[in-house]
């Protein structure tokens, strides 16, 4: 079946600009969470959605970031006034929405400030 | 709060030989553990996770990893590698409870030379 998606691919922006990144995860999955992955780095917790609430918020680095999953299903990661320091691959798990479930995660946006 | 070490940012071998890749971390509660894998240009997969029960655990592609409680490891293993082997591992970890956000260790590539 169909894995987790993220549009776009790719992104590049010019610093100051808002920048929407989407993902679109497994159908049935109640859980959805956004990570950021730096250069050299592992992967970093942003937020975690469990159907449409935010359950925790605590990775986002701060208020220009903001995220929403309306309907339970899609979530958008919205970005205001972007900074290089932006500049990162943003990866979008999902999964059932149980103790043990296994997160299965997307291709990833990679999102370049100029 | 959680965190992941990995000791070791590349690893290259020769294709047959066996690899481990190491992994440390740290909590004052019980975790869950996992091993994701990385390659170029995909997005995350999960190779296997440690959740209870017995402390070998098998996963996909012939790799193992063996949960050690008292010396906080959970170090991966595979006896044969191969070079389709070659990409980036990560290691995460979790905390048990409700929130199922992972905390990730910084990497390693693994690199299979024929």
């Known amino acids: 079946g169909a894995g987790v998606s993220q549009t776009p691919s790719n992104k590049v922006t010019e610093k100051g600009k808002y920048v929407e990144l989407r993902c679109d995860p497994i159908?049935?999955?109640?859980?959805l969470y956004w990570y950021r992955q730096s250069l050299g780095q592992g992967p970093e917790f942003l937020i975690y959605f469990q159907g449409t609430g935010a359950a925790d918020d605590s990775g986002l680095p701060n208020d220009r970031f903001f995220a929403v999953r309306p309907e339970g299903s899609v979530s958008t990661l919205k970005i205001q006034r972007t900074e290089r320091g932006d500049s990162a691959v943003y990866l979008c798990?999902?999964?059932?929405?149980?103790?043990?479930?296994?997160?299965?995660f997307g291709p990833g946006t990679r999102l370049t400030v100029l | 709060a959680q965190s992941v070490t990995q000791l070791d940012s590349q690893v290259p071998v020769f294709e047959e030989a066996p690899v481990e890749l190491r992994c440390n971390y740290s909590s004052s509660v019980s975790v869950y553990l996992f091993w994701y894998v990385q390659y170029p240009n995909q997005g995350l997969q999960l190779l296997l996770k440690?959740?209870?029960?017995?402390?070998l655990v098998k996963g996909i592609n012939g790799f193992e990893a063996e949960f050690n409680k008292s010396q906080t490891s959970f170090h991966l293993r595979k006896p044969s590698v191969h070079i389709s082997d070659t990409a980036e591992y990560f290691c995460?970890?979790?905390?048990?409870?409700?929130?199922?956000?992972?905390?990730f260790g910084k990497g390693t590539l693994l690199t299979v030379n024929p």
């Open positions: 159908s049935g999955h109640t859980a």
């Open positions: 798990a999902s999964s059932l929405g149980g103790n043990t479930d296994t997160q299965y």
């Open positions: 995460a970890v979790r905390l048990g409870g409700s929130n199922y956000k992972l905390t």
């Open positions: 440690y959740l209870s029960g017995s402390t």
